[in-house]
């Protein structure tokens, strides 16, 4: 009797371990597979730096400011709850060196003061305005303002909360010119931003739709009269991973899709775009939380769908300065949005994924995203569980348990360390050696710890989309621009918009 059950039961066991180590083996070749792409990434983002080297002393930015024919810009802030560094943005923005161009800044129903502090810093008087229509605006624009002394080219109007992306589409409705610039109102904007920006507009007019500008993490860097004129690492290790992170996945990655063709995001904080095309293609979806990237999407499918010759393009200038979450509960929000914004925007547009019809965007770049980023944080979360279960029910011997972490640790980690090399060579941004060092910390601590606990909450993120439970942006104190140390109380907040049951927002 007893060996007649031990045969069903050692088969089952056998299996088990078999299961077990086919998936153990799958892991390790996903993380091989995942860094090997930062990898090549990099590399064609080195490879556009070398050329950017030869290009530099030609790049004609002084030319092009002086240019009548440089094509005008509208750049569109929304700001909710933002009294902290509104001011400073504006500034920025105004200070701007550029030929032509607009600030249109967007209250989104802030409840802190953004409109007052705004019309004390600019003088500002309420005008009469008609408002256009070209894309739909759920929040209504309930004023318009200028400033009273001379021509400054500013617009500030005040709309009930709806929303960023709906703020964003109150913008492009009162935008006057064929760009229009999208940035975040807890961004600096170098002098040279738009200009750089521009440029593949003007070298190619008939193609170029939007371009992308390059984020840099004004944590710790001293802001003075709107300019990141000291960059710095941040002191705190969480700053120092950001640092790190923003580098490899949110610069050099770009850069190096944008080389292939297949750019999928521009971020929110920077970005231009045709305005004409954005119109056509419906404006922003105030019902996606990753409004920037669902946009760049839904632009590829309407132009590809149309048959045009298009194109996508980065810019490899650091042209913006944003500032990043400084706690732990406050990234926790960021990366469940992002990564909630990053399943719905897939399901969305599932029909492009591996369609032909859409050229490298549906056959390379999607499936990237779906294999490499959507689904990033159950691999790692799976791979934490499943290799140490195996080496104690002895599945796989320890040193297997050794090549999991060089394939998912150590070369991550070179990875990360050549992204930090890159962008010293391409820039030289840091003067100070405690800057980089402090991110080769955040390199290091970015592996312990740090990609664990954002596994988890993208996990959330994306379980939040699938299960469609109510969009909840969050508020994220902000400690304003300035010197190191300075704001460090107070502050605004980022959007915090909430659904009701019928899943509109309020």
Request: proline share 5%.
């Amino acid at each position: 009797m007893s060996g007649t059950g031990a045969g069903p039961w050692a088969s089952l066991e056998g299996g088990l371990h078999s299961l077990i180590t086919m998936c153990d083996h799958l892991v390790i070749a996903y993380f091989l597979t995942i860094n090997t792409c930062y990898l090549v990434l990099n590399l064609l983002a080195l490879g556009e730096f070398v050329k950017r080297a030869g290009r530099a002393p030609f790049a004609g930015y002084d030319d092009a400011a002086a240019s009548p024919f440089t094509p005008p810009v509208s750049v569109i802030m929304p700001a909710h709850n933002e009294a902290a560094g509104i001011v400073e943005a504006v500034r920025a923005m105004l200070l701007l060196h550029y030929p032509a161009f607009e600030a249109v800044v967007v209250d989104d129903g802030s409840t802190d003061g953004t409109l007052d502090v705004l019309r004390k810093a600019f003088d500002l008087a309420e005008v009469e305005y008609v408002m256009p229509d070209d894309v739909r605006v759920r929040g209504r624009v309930t004023s318009v303002h200028l400033p009273r002394g001379g021509p400054v080219p500013l617009l500030v109007a005040r709309k009930e909360n709806g929303g960023k992306a709906d703020a964003l589409n109150a913008g492009i409705n009162l935008a006057r010119y064929p760009l229009v610039c999208m940035v975040d109102a807890d961004s600096v904007l170098d002098s040279q931003a738009l200009l750089a920006v521009v440029k593949p507009f003007s070298d190619d007019p008939m193609r170029v739709v939007a371009s992308g500008g390059v984020i840099g993490l004004a944590n710790g860097c001293t802001v003075v009269a709107g300019r990141v004129v000291e960059p710095h690492v941040p002191r705190d290790t969480l700053g120092r991973v950001q640092v790190v992170e923003y580098l490899r996945a949110f610069f050099l990655g770009r850069i190096g899709w944008s080389k292939l063709g297949g750019l999928l995001i521009i971020s929110g904080a920077f970005g231009l775009f045709r305005k004409d095309v954005v119109v056509a293609a419906g404006g922003m979806d105030p019902d996606c939380i990753g409004e920037d990237a669902e946009l760049v999407i839904r632009l590829h499918r309407h132009l590809r769908e149309q048959g045009r010759d298009y194109r996508v393009v980065f810019v490899t200038e650091p042209i913006s300065w944003s500032e990043a979450p400084t706690s732990g509960k406050v990234l926790a929000r960021q990366r469940r949005r992002w990564h909630r914004g990053l399943t719905e925007i897939m399901l969305k547009h599932h029909r492009m994924i591996g369609n032909p019809r859409y050229g490298r965007i549906g056959l390379l770049a999607l499936p990237f995203y779906v294999l490499f980023e959507l689904l990033a944080p159950v691999v790692e979360l799976a791979g934490m569980v499943l290799v140490p279960l195996s080496v104690l029910i002895g599945a796989v011997n320890a040193d297997y348990l050794w090549r999991f972490l060089l394939a998912a640790y150590a070369y991550a980690i070179v990875v990360s360390l050549l992204s930090v090399a890159v962008e010293e060579y391409a820039f030289h941004r840091f003067t100070r050696w405690r800057d980089v060092w402090g991110a080769l910390v955040g390199v290091v601590a970015e592996n312990i710890g740090y990609r664990q606990l954002t596994a988890w909450w993208r996990l959330r993120g994306m379980w939040d989309a699938l299960r469609r439970s109510p969009r909840v942006w969050g508020a994220m104190p902000r400690a304003g621009f300035g010197a190191p140390g300075e704001g460090e109380e107070g502050g605004a907040e980022e959007y915090e918009v909430r659904e009701d049951e019928s899943g509109r927002a309020r």
